[in-house]
């Protein structure tokens, strides 16, 4: 059989990096149409692509529009009014622009306004800061950054994206190609297929990054310190998920933003998508070349991880429900997990759950551990243990 060109078809890696986008816009969306605090919502595709594929698929600018026919649906179907949404498309390939742009013409919209861009992705993310920038307080953004590498990709242009503190985003990289060659990038010089790893790496990472001090790094030690470099020292919450191409390939989605209702939104989504909350391993049941680290990796990201940190965490000393709802999201598991836990170490009297005078509580539905709750301000539970 030819061989097919993976550019023109959606392999299982590129999907799984699809649907998980997919399911972050269709539940986000909803969202950000109904806080009273928002009035409008911007989706910008840095690296948008053809659109559809020669199978059949939906690319992200296509999913995207999608989601948005979606979500004014929605609305519709409440008899309520959708908020306008603009989606930004780009991409330094005119064809493909002119492509995405045809087949969007076609969505029935009722308040989805498109504008395409055809330009090189410096460029775009410039022209995407000063729109952020230029949007009222009452707008939020999504930027969707996909390259086929990582040389477009600048500290300082993230960050300029991100400071307003209204925007949010996820950005895929290839990063096992990355790590295979982050010691040779950091030592020869000479060669100028390094430069832009050597840039980049030297970029996001400092001298005491794991990156730039330890030669034997594993694939998920790498992305974990990846996903820290993106929280900006902790300025803005962030996640991974990793996505498995073949046995020595992987990629990672990260997720950046500012507020924990996106995180909380982008870790649902990728726990939907990979029932473990792993990432997508078209291996998992066979020998890989990363051996032990993936096993350990899965272990570390399971449930069971969740009872290590929590059990160190509460030792230290005991949580209010509030700081329990971020330690949650910020180790990437969903309140669902934590509330399972709680419920099973209430029965098997390893915690207590006090009220905020400190007397205790036994009969309890809920930990408080909700979005609503964190919003609220006011802790109504502590955590302590036995
Ligand atoms: C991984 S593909 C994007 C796939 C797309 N997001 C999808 O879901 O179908 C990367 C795209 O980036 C475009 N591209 C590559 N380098 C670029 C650059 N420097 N500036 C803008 N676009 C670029 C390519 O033409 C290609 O369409």
Same mark, same amino acid.
């Given at each position: 059989m030819p061989k097919q060109n993976p550019k023109k078809i959606v392999l299982p890696h590129s999907k799984a990096k699809l649907d998980l986008y997919k399911s972050y816009l269709s539940e986000y969306l909803p969202i950000l149409g109904h806080s009273k605090y928002i009035d409008g919502i911007n989706v910008f595709d840095i690296f948008c692509g053809t659109g559809i594929y020669d199978d059949g698929n939906l690319g992200s600018p296509l999913i995207a %529009?999608?989601?948005?026919?979606?979500?004014? /649906?929605?609305?519709?179907?409440?008899?309520?009014?959708?908020?306008p949404v603009k989606l930004f498309i780009n991409d330094f390939d005119t064809d493909k622009v $002119?492509?995405? #742009? $045809? +087949? +969007?013409? /076609?969505f029935e919209f009722e308040n989805c306004k498109v504008n395409p861009y055809n330009l090189? %992705?410096? $460029?775009m993310l410039d022209v995407v800061r000063d729109k952020i #920038?230029?949007?009222?307080?009452? @707008?939020?953004?999504?930027?969707?950054?996909?390259p086929y590498g990582y040389s477009k990709i600048d500290k300082e242009k993230l960050y300029q994206l991100l400071k307003r503190r209204r925007s949010e985003i996820i950005l895929f990289l290839p990063v096992a190609h990355m790590k295979r060659f982050t010691d040779e990038a950091l030592t020869d010089y000479e060669k100028k297929a390094y430069e832009n790893l050597r840039k980049f790496i030297l970029d996001f990472f400092d001298a005491s990054s794991r990156v730039l001090q330890e030669s034997n790094l594993n694939i998920f030690d790498y992305i974990e310190e990846l996903r820290k470099a993106f929280s900006f020292d902790n300025e803005f919450y962030t996640a991974s998920h990793y996505i498995e191409r073949n046995k020595a390939n992987y990629y990672a989605l990260f997720f950046i933003g500012h507020h924990i209702y996106g995180? $909380?939104?982008?870790? @649902?989504a990728k726990w939907k998508n990979d029932s473990l909350g792993k990432g997508f391993n078209q291996s998992r049941n066979s020998a890989t070349l990363f051996g032990e680290s993936l096993i350990e990796y899965d272990k570390n990201v399971s449930v069971s991880r969740l009872e290590q940190i929590f059990r160190s965490a509460i030792e230290k000393s005991p949580m209010s429900n509030i700081e329990l709802y971020e330690f949650t999201l910020s180790n990437q598991f969903k309140s669902a997990h934590m509330n399972q836990l709680i419920r099973e170490w209430k029965k098997a009297k390893k915690i207590q759950i006090l009220d905020m005078k400190? #007397?205790?509580?036994?009969?309890?539905?809920?930990?408080?551990?909700?979005?609503d709750d964190y919003k609220s301000k006011t802790p109504s539970y502590l955590i302590k243990k036995r």
């Open positions: %529009a999608a989601c948005v026919l979606e979500y004014e /649906k929605y609305f519709r179907e409440r008899n309520q009014k959708s908020k $002119e492509s995405v #742009n $045809e +087949i +969007i013409s /076609k090189d %992705a410096s $460029e #920038n230029s949007f009222s307080d009452r @707008e939020r953004s999504l930027v969707f950054i996909d995180l $909380e939104k982008f870790i @649902e400190g #007397n205790p509580i036994e009969d309890i539905r809920g930990f408080g551990l909700t979005y």
